[in-house]
């Protein structure tokens, strides 16, 4: 801290005391805290430290340094800051071989590297062998203050430190890197300037223009679908046909949970970050090194099915996840440190939360899932500096709301309609679109019968303002297979008829392909990617059904299956070729047997689910490694919008839910259940390179880039793994 009078440096920095450590306190200084306010925040004090919003994270956080210090334990971090640091807030000066010398916050360390935060607070690996020298600086950067401040500045400032209480109340806690940490770190790093310091680094700023722009930085993959039109496409071209049998396995992040990883990362500016069960991690993107892990304890309990987690979001410095649990968490994207934590939603409702959640603007939206439990879901958004909700969409309208007349009698009750894969946003209407999943009571409709149940199994268009409902299009009225409309919605601007037209892309659960228009909600196109037998066509829209396929106490075969024609698995669009690329399983079918629907209970299933008998469900159904075609198989499928016609198939023979994607120099990725991961031609399904990481690919594969390289990563089973170019 630079005060105008002497210009004397102090900078001030925190530890957290153990109770063993807490000594009884001293009477309270006599100082003006307003004053050692103004003496801190206008000069360099927050060149290191951060207070609320403002400051650095060099240093450690002083936001609620006053609840965790006493004023006698402050006074002697500013006279003996020796004494008070701890082994997680030590610096690390590193010089190049070129003779750049760095100092900067150390975070991590192996045989081979170092991690760091430098003075721009961007997260940085150094490659030992690419050094001259390292150093790890064990002692504090600043000199003691004694003598060089008035005895009534440092009172003062003492006065304004104890003021400070935070209140975040956060549940989390950081491992690798504790801006909570101890007392005792550093001083201003000689060049930096007050404004540098307070400034937003190269990562900040992605609320709004960043994500809104995300096609002139491909080296990053900013959004779970990597753009608001949710294309699964990147302009990245490094890796071509010719050179992608070269790629390598470069890095895996395994974490400590063995759930299936079905989570997209995150890339920015060089740091990849995603997110398993009860950790979120920031890893170096070329080398998987980690710079800080953040974790909240999920209560295994809070489990209705399989803890999985679809992604984080990003925006400006934080990061959002959405805990199965029901918790919203905003996390320091510097630090691991949690910002906010807001608990949405009662677990025990029979509610949880794994969407990947998407920011637009200052808000930051997503829904629950209910799981078959009967509890009715919802769309909000909630303000990202805060954590506020700022508007809520019901997905089962209430008495008095349009569409509530389309659930018999009281039905509406526990008509369900959860959320549970990431909707997109076109920014030239301010529309964000979200599919809604399937009604409950799901495989028998009982007491929903024989209404259409908005708004389940339904696309929904959203002022991403106000929540407020501008068009939808229900996919499956009256559905009593389970096929939930919460696939990817993509976007696109296609030659329709010989005119330009902003439309929506939807591969759908029900086995049909869908065009709308993205403005209106217009059908243009809905047209069968896989084989069934419920639909007879299109009334203006509407499907047809055809009248035999229902619940039957002998079992129907409905196709496709329960679990559709495709999922969740994300789907890609390539503007180069003009395909839509869907991951599906073909020749699918099962059996729908009916049940007389058991009145709803709390804490029970309410699924309508027939009791298990011959040829019902999976019974019966051929093992994998027996199969025929005929029997069931999986694809990658390429589809043209404008037609509906299928191009071409890359055909497995176990079922797929790997997402897709695709690239500028026309490749695409995707895997499967047999636990291969592949590079296909875009344009004709070509296999080009494949490799086996044994297990299930579940997770959509991105690409990115690092350090002036293309590289590609996907999940299988309970790992993250990263492929590059070279050895």
Not at 122 to 148: C, H, N, W
Not at 384 to 403: D, L, M, N, Q
Not at 584 to 610: C, F, H, L, Q
Request: overall charge neutral; proline content about 5%; some cysteine.
């Amino acid at each position: 801290m630079s005060t105008g009078m002497t210009g004397t440096i102090i900078v001030l920095v925190a530890t957290t005391l153990t109770a063993q450590e807490t000594t009884p306190s001293t009477p309270v200084l006599r100082g003006d805290a307003a004053s050692g306010r103004a003496l801190v925040e206008s000069n360099k004090c927050l060149d290191c430290h951060r207070v609320g919003d403002a400051g650095s994270r060099l240093g450690p956080d002083l936001s609620d340094v006053g609840a965790r210090r006493t004023a006698d334990r402050l006074l002697r971090a500013l006279v003996a800051p020796d004494d008070e640091v701890l082994p997680e807030n030590r610096f690390v000066r590193v010089s190049t071989k070129e003779g750049t010398t760095v100092t900067g916050k150390l975070l991590n360390q192996d045989a081979f590297s170092i991690q760091l935060m430098n003075s721009d607070q961007l997260l940085k690996t150094y490659l030992k062998s690419a050094l001259r020298d390292f150093a790890i600086v064990q002692k504090g950067l600043m000199p003691s203050y004694e003598g060089s401040l008035s005895a009534q500045q440092v009172t003062d400032v003492v006065s304004y430190l104890s003021t400070l209480k935070g209140g975040m109340g956060a549940k989390g806690a950081m491992s690798a890197m504790s801006a909570m940490g101890a007392m005792g770190a550093m001083s201003a790093m000689g060049a930096r300037s007050a404004t540098s310091a307070k400034g937003a680094s190269s990562a900040e700023g992605a609320t709004g223009s960043r994500i809104l722009a995300a096609e002139r930085e491909p080296h990053n993959w900013l959004t779970y679908s990597g753009t608001y039109a949710s294309q699964r496409y990147s302009l990245l071209k490094d890796i071509t046909r010719d050179n992608v049998k070269d790629l390598s396995l470069k890095w895996v992040w395994r974490p400590k949970y063995l759930d299936k990883m079905e989570s997209t990362p995150l890339v920015v500016d060089g740091v990849l970050y995603t997110v398993q069960n009860s950790e979120v991690v920031a890893l170096d993107a070329a080398t998987g090194r980690s710079y800080w892990t953040f974790r909240y304890r999920v209560p295994p309990e809070s489990n209705a099915y399989v803890m999985v987690v679809k992604g984080l979001a990003f925006a400006d410095d934080r990061l959002f996840w959405a805990t199965y649990d029901g918790h919203l968490i905003a996390i320091d994207a510097k630090t691991g440190a949690a910002l906010w934590n807001k608990t949405i939603l009662d677990w025990k409702q029979g509610l949880q939360l794994n969407v990947a959640p998407l920011v637009v603007k200052d808000k930051v939206i997503l829904g629950p899932a209910t799981n078959e439990f009967g509890t009715n879901c919802w769309i909000a958004a909630y303000d990202v500096r805060t954590g506020s909700e700022v508007w809520r969409f019901k997905t089962v309208p209430e008495p008095g709301e349009k569409g509530n007349d389309t659930w018999p009698g009281d039905s509406w009750k526990h008509g369900g309609a959860p959320i549970w894969v990431t909707g997109s946003y076109d920014p030239a209407t301010n529309l964000t679109f979200w599919g809604t999943g399937n009604p409950n009571p799901g495989w028998n409709g009982g007491p929903r019968n024989p209404g259409d149940n908005l708004y389940a199994d339904s696309v929904v268009a959203l002022d991403a303002d106000t929540g407020k409902l501008k068009w939808h299009y229900q996919f499956t009225p009256n559905d009593e297979f389970d096929w939930d409309s919460v696939q990817v919605p993509v976007l696109a601007d296609l030659d329709w008829n010989g005119k330009p037209r902003k439309v929506m892309l939807w591969a759908n659960r029900n086995g049909f392909a869908y065009v709308l228009d993205r403005t209106t909600g217009e059908f243009l196109l809905g047209k069968a990617f896989v084989k069934q037998n419920w639909n007879l066509g299109f009334d203006n829209g509407r499907p047809v059904k055809d009248p035999k396929i229902k619940p039957t106490p002998e079992g129907t075969r409905v196709e496709p299956g329960t679990q559709g024609g495709t999922n969740w698995y994300s789907p890609s669009f390539s503007p180069r070729t003009g395909l839509l690329y869907v991951s599906v399983w073909d020749n699918y079918s099962a059996i729908s047997r009916y049940a007389e629907v058991a009145p709803w209970e709390e804490g029970k299933k309410y699924t309508g689910r027939a009791p298990a008998g011959p040829g019902g469900g999976a019974a019966g159904r051929t093992p994998v490694g027996y199969r025929t075609e005929d029997e069931g198989y999986g694809a990658v499928r390429a589809i043209d919008p404008k037609t509906g016609e299928k191009k071409w198939d890359f055909k497995m023979v176990d079922y797929t839910e790997s997402g897709v994607l695709t690239t500028a120099s026309d490749l695409l990725f995707a895997g499967g259940r047999e636990g291969h991961f592949f590079a296909l031609d875009a344009r004709t399904g070509e296999l080009l390179w494949k490799t086996n990481l044994g297990g299930t690919v579940a997770n959509g594969p991105i690409t990115f880039a690092a350090d002036g390289k293309q590289y590609v990563a996907v999940a299988a089973e309970g790992a993250l793994y990263v492929f590059g170019l070279g050895h």
